[in-house]
């Protein structure tokens, strides 16, 4: 089939080199005149794994070209697929639905054939009827044009995965005209057993940020089970592992940690509480706002338990960071967690030196003012307490002998509850986590040298000068 994605971010770029892998002739649509030069030299504008060879054989085929034309778009596709961003509205917590409207209302008019525009994107649920009364007003007369909503249920990391062999495929539909195009496109998903799911459009648009509040929900349950383990002495690991063998509840995302971020959890839980409002029943969802809040507490906590390591005040001291990104295996800062915590010490005065693997570019965009370093030593030479804040492999395979020999002080936070804490308590670490029993006195702050023995200006050894960006611009 000829299918449009218009759009080319997370979302839309892995759609479109996907769908044509998987034999359709697409074309990528992009207002980014930059991105779409990107992606056309099979360059992806972001870090995502196995994207890169995707988009290289899905070039090489033929298949696959990209436009900055709606205009082209409309003349070329028999099905529309809507990926563009659904951001928090500024000062609200309603969605921004402004780039889903101009995909509209730049591309109906254009229209000369039959057509099935398909949204991806995540909305407030009504979006769809709202929509189909729009293009009713721009389409030209005689051209049959219906909508449709398909939801998306992607995790960056494993984009590519998720895509190819979804566990499920959702599609909102008012015909069965709408639903058997569909169910041609995926036709290769559907031979292989994918659950497809034809459902109205309401139901389709509530199945995504349902998901994400469910999700959501776990994870602040999770973390604020973490807190009262800290009051209680209790361990938050086996606690998560004792309610993961039941079966109604399951160990995944029962991880205690640092809390979700990114571009679509936070924002989601808080437009889906909007839009209950609008509809009457935000009781019913008014627990996702106390999620949200236990969400936000585990970044202060973190910054707390870093505080108190280094004697109640970050003044005068070097911290190190590990991880910028929201998550591992992606280069997006969006509200991460780690990120905030960095610049939260940095607004309390501490000398804050970061690293991650794929994300200094675009934290260094987001927060200009912190240092970062390319590699995990330069980060963490002369720190008075590291933070570790992403759970990148890299991290859990670090030596902890090696990295308390160029550390001003032995002093973890591990706010992933990722690395062996046994391990670094017996290469002489202080180790804080969240949830789980630790040692009851903190050693104070080591200045001269201390038992590490580091000589410089600080104290302890010096660090590298320059900061150093790991990624050129995109």
Not at 6 to 22: E, K, N, Q, R, S
């Amino acid at each position: 089939m000829r299918l449009t994605v218009i759009g080319t971010g997370y979302l839309g770029a892995v759609h479109a080199a996907c769908m044509a892998d998987i034999g359709h002739e697409v074309l990528g649509v992009d207002v980014d005149a930059e991105k779409i030069r990107a992606l056309t030299e099979g360059r992806p504008p972001f870090f995502e794994p196995g994207l890169d060879e995707v988009l290289t054989r899905a070039l090489d085929s033929g298949r696959l070209r990209f436009s900055t034309s709606l205009s082209e778009a409309a003349a070329f596709g028999e099905v529309h697929f809507v990926c563009v961003g659904t951001p928090q509205q500024a000062g609200s917590d309603a969605a921004d639905l402004r780039h889903v409207d101009a995909v509209i209302d730049g591309l109906v008019p254009h229209l000369s054939s039959p057509c099935l525009i398909v949204g991806k994107s995540t909305v407030p649920v009504g979006t769809t009827p709202r929509i189909a009364a729009r293009l009713r007003g721009l389409a030209p007369e005689g051209v049959d044009v219906e909508v449709a909503w398909n939801p998306e249920f992607l995790r960056e990391g494993f984009a590519v995965e998720d895509t190819l062999r979804p566990d499920r495929l959702v599609a909102g539909v008012t015909s069965p005209r709408a639903d058997g195009i569909l169910r041609e496109v995926y036709a290769p998903m559907l031979d292989a057993g994918i659950p497809y799911i034809s459902t109205d459009p309401a139901t389709a648009e509530l199945v995504k940020v349902a998901a994400n509040s469910f999700l959501a929900t776990k994870i602040s349950f999770i973390n604020a089970m973490a807190e009262v383990c800290d009051a209680a002495g209790a361990d938050v690991s086996t606690l998560a592992d004792a309610l993961g063998h039941d079966t109604r509840i399951g160990r995944r995302f029962l991880n205690a940690g640092l809390g979700f971020g990114g571009g679509c959890l936070p924002k989601d839980i808080r437009a889906f509480t909007a839009r209950a409002r609008e509809l009457g029943v935000g009781e019913a969802v008014s627990f996702l706002r106390q999620v949200d809040d236990i969400n936000l507490r585990q970044r202060l906590r973190t910054v707390a338990i870093a505080r108190d390591l280094v004697g109640g005040a970050f003044s005068g001291h070097r911290i190190a960071v590990l991880g910028a990104t929201f998550k591992p295996n992606s280069d997006d800062v969006r509200d991460s967690p780690a990120l905030a915590v960095a610049a939260a010490v940095h607004r309390e005065g501490g000398e804050v030196r970061v690293h991650d693997p794929e994300g200094i570019y675009n934290a260094h965009l987001a927060h200009p003012e912190l240092r970062y370093e390319d590699d995990v030593l330069t980060a963490c030479r002369g720190a008075d307490v590291v933070l570790h804040l992403t759970e990148w492999s890299q991290y859990r395979e670090a030596d902890p002998v090696k990295l308390a020999r160029v550390v001003c002080a032995p002093r973890l936070v591990d706010a992933r509850n990722n690395l062996d804490a046994g391990l670094w308590r017996s290469a002489g670490w202080t180790v804080r986590t969240l949830g789980r029993p630790g040692p009851a006195t903190v050693p104070a702050p080591q200045r001269g040298g201390g038992a590490l023995g580091h000589s410089s200006a600080r104290g302890c050894a010096a660090p590298a000068e320059g900061a150093v960006l790991s990624r050129a611009p995109k």
